[in-house]
């Protein structure tokens, strides 16, 4: 998708129409703003979830738009990333549900020394080692914490490792997103890790697990027996679509199921896709029958058993 200024201008109306009053406080912000200035905050803001539109302080939003600027002015690199990847994935505030804390500004301060004059690839791997040496690994359970909280803890789980991680390759310029296997399907547990465009690619790393190079981890062998590996990317309205990733692990296949009752397909039927996982069914992808009857997921190799449900069942 290309974001064209007139695209960006129309999901923001669309977006800020059911908060009036928060729509003003960000025009009267906008006051005497540069045009690319404006045009960032107003792509974020008509992309945010209801509670970022609501509870996010406008000089913390405007923390990322300086940022992503920042890193436009800053490192010939980031000029080189397509508008349809540098706003989702480098100037959009969230990775997940963790706090918007405003540190994107914070972050940059403190790798800019660490990745100019290296290439994307270079630079990439350069922050990486930098979120090591700054957070170390700990199970947990709570929310998802933000970046700055889990530099102030020196500890959080994969989870806010990936979210730290993307955090600080987006406050440089580099378009990253958080990947998320939600349960093995050879073995309990779960793990998130980290994506990076680069040159064209999308290309994975673990967080604060640092490499040489890209496309290694303790986990590539536990992905390649991945069902499941998704991200997500925020599509406006407070809304997010997943993307299946599954297919740059493993060997994946498009599965097919129709629900029939009386030899008739059922439309509107709810299909879950599940696997024994902690001693329970757990759902990796839930979805619709078409009006065939036809429901679909692409997945990895494993075992799955499907469910199917319907009023009319």
Known sequence: ???????????????????????????????????DFCLFMRYLYGHMPAQDVLSVDLEVAADYVCAALQ?????????????????????????????????????QEQLLPYVQEKTMEKAALAVNYWCYAHATYTPADDRTLGP?????????????????????LRSVGIPARQCYCPRWSH?????????????????????????????RGWFTAAASRAMLVDTKCWAGDGLYTHVN?????????????????????VAGARVRFQI??????????????????????????????????????
Not at 245 to 265: E, I, K, N
């Open 1 to 35: 998708m290309a974001y064209s200024k007139a695209a960006i201008l129309a999901q923001y109306e669309q977006n800020m129409a059911r908060y009036p009053l928060a729509k003003a406080e960000v025009e009267a912000f906008l006051q005497d703003q540069g045009e």
């Open 71 to 107: 890193a436009l002015e800053k490192l010939d690199y980031a000029k080189t990333v397509p508008q349809e990847i540098f706003f989702p994935y480098v100037l959009y505030h969230r990775v997940n549900s963790e706090e918007a804390d405003g540190s994107r500004g914070f972050l």
């Open 148 to 168: 700055l909280a889990v530099l102030r803890r020196t500890l959080g789980r994969c989870g806010e490792e990936s979210v730290l991680a993307v955090a600080a």
């Open 187 to 215: 073995c309990d547990d779960n793990h998130a890790w980290v994506e990076v465009w680069i040159d064209g690619q999308w290309h994975y790393l673990g967080a604060c697990e640092p490499e040489p190079v890209l496309d």
């Open 245 to 265: 990733c599954t297919s740059r692990y493993t060997a994946t296949q498009m599965l097919t199921v129709q629900v029939t009752q009386d030899s008739r397909p």
């Open 276 to 313: 024994v996982n902690y001693s329970e069914l757990y759902t990796l992808w839930e979805t619709t029958t078409d009006d065939r009857g036809l429901a679909r997921f692409k997945t990895g190799p494993g075992s799955l058993i499907v469910c199917a449900q319907s009023g009319q069942l």
